[in-house]
């Protein structure tokens, strides 16, 4: 039986978005071997020979290309294979070519380890975390999406411009799908404690709904007006993700808007979407219930039942 290497990473697709993760994780030191496994051999070549000719200027690490045989001992496998998103596409319009990926990739990750902690960034995010839940045979807990961490960090920093004040300060959250049904959770956000409201007062804003109602719009139109001007959005993605493997490696229990399968919270359960959750060295390990509005509730269901007519459409269950 192989031993997990809980400093052992694999990520699964060297895209934009894969390579630049590698690059972040590589700066992080979190782990001290990361394999990186591609269709095109030589572009996970290329991308573990690039990074590494810069390891000197970092941490000591073992960086190279392999294939699905090297992640038998990874702790956490990141799946972020899968088509990009074209302007003028949405994340949903994705969904039929990426199952159809997903179909041969997470049978060959499952088939050479069960142990790990799987991570999936490719999009649609929602509908490939519950798929890759029910290819892999994982326990639901073990595979995750990373969800709403990059809308969440874009709604704080969007209020950190508009109030003037450190976003890490601003504690707030985007839920429900990683796309257009997504939803800003105002009933919950607050500056350092203070009531969200309360604090723009303080700031010498007064025009609550219309302010909230453009940053919510700015942060869903973020990635089509990224997109839009160079092609790819791959920076934020991979910091996010970078700070969910944080929270993995160290145990950290950290709260974070991933996307995971839901059991009954606020009525909604077989559907993969994102929800303030633990994150620790076991994955998921809580739900946290955080305080929505009638009608973010109704938003967040409305949420769950798009997602659940793609998965019935797509997957046929």
Same mark, same amino acid.
């Given at each position: 039986?192989?031993?997990?290497? !809980?400093?052992?990473?694999?990520?699964?697709?060297?895209?934009? &978005?894969?390579?630049?993760?590698?690059?972040?994780?590589?700066?992080?030191?979190?782990?001290?071997?990361?394999?990186?496994?591609?269709?095109?051999? *030589?572009?996970?070549?290329?991308?573990?020979?690039?990074? !590494?000719?810069?390891?000197?200027?970092?941490?000591?690490?073992?960086?190279? =290309?392999?294939?699905?045989?090297?992640?038998?001992?990874?702790? $956490?496998?990141?799946?972020? =294979?899968?088509?990009? %998103?074209?302007?003028?596409?949405?994340?949903?319009?994705?969904?039929?070519?990426? &199952?159809?990926?997903?179909?041969?990739?997470?049978?060959?990750?499952?088939?050479?380890?069960?142990?790990?902690?799987?991570?999936?960034?490719?999009?649609?995010?929602?509908?490939?975390?519950?798929?890759?839940?029910?290819?892999?045979?994982?326990?639901?807990?073990?595979?995750?999406? !990373?969800?709403?961490?990059? /809308?969440?960090?874009?709604?704080?920093?969007?209020?950190?411009?508009?109030?003037?004040?450190? *976003?890490?300060? &601003?504690?707030?959250?985007? @839920?429900?799908?990683?796309?257009?049904?997504?939803? +800003?959770?105002?009933?919950?956000?607050?500056? !350092?404690?203070?009531?969200?409201?309360?604090?723009?007062?303080?700031?010498?804003?007064?025009?609550?709904? %219309?302010?909230? %109602?453009?940053?919510?719009? *700015?942060?869903?139109?973020? +990635?089509?007006?990224?997109?839009?001007?160079?092609?790819?959005?791959?920076?934020?993605?991979?910091?996010?993700?970078?700070? #969910?493997?944080? =929270? @993995?490696?160290? /145990?950290?229990?950290? #709260?974070?808007? $991933?996307?995971?399968?839901?059991?009954? *919270?606020?009525?909604?359960?077989?559907?993969?979407?994102?929800?303030? +959750?633990?994150?620790?060295?076991?994955? &998921?390990?809580?739900?946290?219930?955080?305080?929505?509005?009638?009608?973010? %509730?109704?938003?967040?269901?409305?949420?769950? /039942?798009?997602?659940?007519?793609?998965?019935?459409?797509?997957?046929?269950?």
């Amino acid at each position: 039986m192989t031993t997990i290497n !809980s400093r052992k990473a694999a990520i699964v697709g060297c895209g934009f &978005v894969g390579s630049a993760l590698a690059f972040a994780l590589m700066e992080s030191g979190l782990f001290s071997e990361m394999v990186l496994i591609d269709a095109d051999k *030589n572009k996970a070549e290329g991308e573990a020979l690039d990074i !590494s000719h810069g390891l000197p200027f970092a941490k000591p690490m073992q960086l190279y =290309a392999g294939t699905y045989e090297d992640i038998s001992d990874a702790s $956490v496998i990141i799946v972020t =294979a899968g088509a990009g %998103q074209k302007p003028g596409e949405t994340r949903l319009d994705l969904v039929k070519k990426n &199952v159809g990926i997903f179909k041969s990739v997470i049978p060959e990750i499952a088939k050479y380890n069960k142990d790990a902690i799987l991570l999936i960034v490719a999009n649609p995010v929602d509908i490939l975390t519950y798929t890759a839940a029910k290819l892999s045979g994982y326990p639901e807990n073990r595979v995750f999406g !990373s969800g709403t961490v990059l /809308d969440t960090a874009r709604l704080k920093y969007l209020l950190g411009e508009h109030l003037s004040v450190d *976003n890490r300060s &601003v504690h707030a959250f985007i @839920i429900g799908e990683h796309g257009d049904s997504e939803i +800003a959770a105002w009933s919950s956000a607050n500056v !350092s404690g203070i009531p969200l409201s309360s604090f723009c007062e303080m700031r010498g804003h007064f025009d609550h709904i %219309q302010a909230m %109602q453009r940053i919510a719009e *700015n942060v869903k139109n973020s +990635a089509y007006e990224i997109i839009e001007k160079k092609k790819a959005t791959y920076y934020g993605i991979a910091m996010s993700v970078r700070r #969910i493997c944080e =929270a @993995i490696v160290r /145990d950290e229990k950290s #709260i974070l808007p $991933v996307s995971s399968i839901q059991s009954g *919270n606020y009525g909604i359960s077989g559907v993969a979407l994102s929800m303030p +959750a633990i994150v620790g060295k076991n994955g &998921v390990e809580g739900s946290v219930p955080i305080n929505l509005s009638i009608e973010e %509730q109704e938003a967040l269901r409305k949420s769950a /039942d798009t997602l659940r007519g793609v998965i019935d459409d797509v997957l046929g269950v």
